[in-house]
């Protein structure tokens, strides 16, 4: 009688980090949009293009790839922050293109207070990462947030100003942590802190 051997795989996992592209998504337009916040120029296509193609697509790719790899805080942040750049992107094509009427002051006041509430709680998770880079980001985007709502709810436009100061320092540190990944991982030694 002939025992069956027991045969074991050992596959490596050979995907690249996903990170970088998820915060380039995030980094690019977030910046292309504070500056119109800050009146370099209107909310045009030229930024609800990027929000779609960069900021949605990029970073809902990042996170199908993190999840790929197990995890969970990189999955969850970059698909659900990608679907935020579609929403936003829909917010503003959606009543352009007479399908709805466009949202009201308050009713993005609550849209904005929603995401602040959730990157908040992620912004926690970040606390056990153990990167500086990725907790600054999330801290200037729960600020973003907050201070975006309060600007709706009140029609302070000098806050909104303030916020897209806020914006840029974001999406800057957001393209610091993907180029700094990426520039580490070419040199195979830190480069850049993380």
């Known amino acids: 009688m002939v025992e069956a051997q027991e045969m074991v795989t050992d596959i ?9 592209l998820g915060f380039t998504g995030l980094g690019l337009s977030a910046v292309l ?4 916040y800050i009146g370099l120029f209107p909310v045009d296509s030229m930024i609800v293009a990027m929000a779609i193609f960069l900021g949605g697509f990029a970073q809902v790719f990042a996170g199908l790839m993190a999840w790929k790899k197990g995890s969970v805080f990189g999955g969850t942040a970059f698909c659900a922050f990608g679907l935020f750049w579609f929403s936003l992107a829909a917010l503003i094509l959606m009543p352009a293109l007479g399908w ?3 949202p009201t002051p308050i009713s993005l006041a609550a849209y904005l207070s929603l995401w602040g509430v959730y990157t908040f709680v992620m912004l926690i998770a970040t606390l056990k990462l153990g990167s500086k880079a990725i907790m600054f980001v999330f801290v200037t985007l729960f600020l973003l947030f907050m201070l975006l709502a309060i600007v709706n709810a ?9 916020a897209g100061y806020d914006g840029l320092v974001m999406g800057l540190g957001a393209l610091y942590t993907a180029l700094g990944i990426v520039l580490n991982d070419a040199y195979g030694k830190t480069i850049v802190p993380i």
């Open 33 to 36: 949009l504070s500056l119109s």
């Open 12 to 20: 490596k996992d050979k995907t690249a980090n996903p990170t970088p």
């Open 154 to 162: 009140t029609g302070n436009a000098g806050l909104l100003v303030i």
């Open 100 to 102: 709805v009427e466009a």
